[in-house]
């Protein structure tokens, strides 16, 4: 079976400030992905990233980046310098041998003028 | 292009009547999802497309549940004699393929389905 845990259940920072989002999945699958989506106020889920289990190589693309460390089965999200329009509930998502998605529970970001 | 779309965005029903909850893919996306995002519950799993056929329903949570896709393209999920631990929104989600591993997924606005 599939699980994946985010532990933060809210986070509230201030504008300008970085933050991270913890993730930690578990998987008996050898081959697999793993996601970060969005999902703003307006309530539809918009992918971010996308990162499978052969690819350790961390990524930077403007503000945010992700950290994934299969030796501790984690895979985070980091968004810098944060703005007002990052608040939104972010989920973490892994994908395998079953077709489908599991999510996480979620971590609801406000960030604070 | 166009992404994913829902209809209706909002549906409000009485226990007991049944509902049909409609998907349109991204055009020329072989591959379509269901889930349910409520409060309790978190985002779940419904059912899966490839092309017409539906290799998994394990998510589907009762027999009044029940999801069809016609021409590889439009999807329709019914819920027959709704309950009100039925209420949610419904996601709906679109891949090129269904290949292994997942394929990233698009999702739709959803359907806000409150039953009272």
């Known amino acids: 079976a599939q699980k994946v845990t985010q532990a933060q259940t809210e986070i509230s920072v201030v504008e300008k400030e970085d933050v991270t989002l913890d993730c930690v999945y578990e998987t008996r699958d050898t081959t697999y992905y793993l996601f970060w989506y969005k999902q703003p106020p307006s309530g539809e889920l918009v992918f971010l990233i996308r990162?499978?289990?052969?690819?350790?190589q961390n990524e930077i693309s403007g503000r945010y980046s992700w950290n994934f460390q299969k030796s501790t089965s984690s895979f985070n999200f980091t968004i810098t310098a944060s703005q007002v329009v990052d608040s939104a509930v972010y989920f973490c998502a892994l994908g395998g041998s079953a077709r489908q998605l599991t999510f996480g529970s979620g971590t609801q970001l406000t960030v604070l003028p | 292009g166009a992404g994913v779309s829902q209809s209706p965005s909002n549906k409000v029903t009485e226990k007991g009547k049944d509902v049909e909850l409609r998907c349109d893919p991204i055009s020329g996306h072989t591959a379509l999802y269901w889930y349910r995002q409520s409060l309790g519950q978190g985002l779940e799993f419904l059912i899966y497309?490839?092309?017409?056929?539906?290799?998994?329903k394990s998510g589907l949570p009762s027999d009044r549940f029940s999801a069809e896709r016609t021409g590889g393209s439009v999807s329709t999920l019914t819920i027959q004699r709704t309950q009100q631990e039925d209420s949610a929104v419904y996601l709906c989600?679109?891949?090129?393929?269904?290949?292994?591993?997942?394929?990233?997924?698009?999702f739709g606005p959803g359907t806000r389905l409150t039953v009272l």
């Open positions: 989600a679109s891949s090129l393929t269904e290949g292994f591993p997942t394929d990233t997924q698009y």
């Open positions: 497309f490839q092309g017409n056929s539906a290799p998994d």
């Open positions: 990162r499978n289990s052969f690819d350790e």
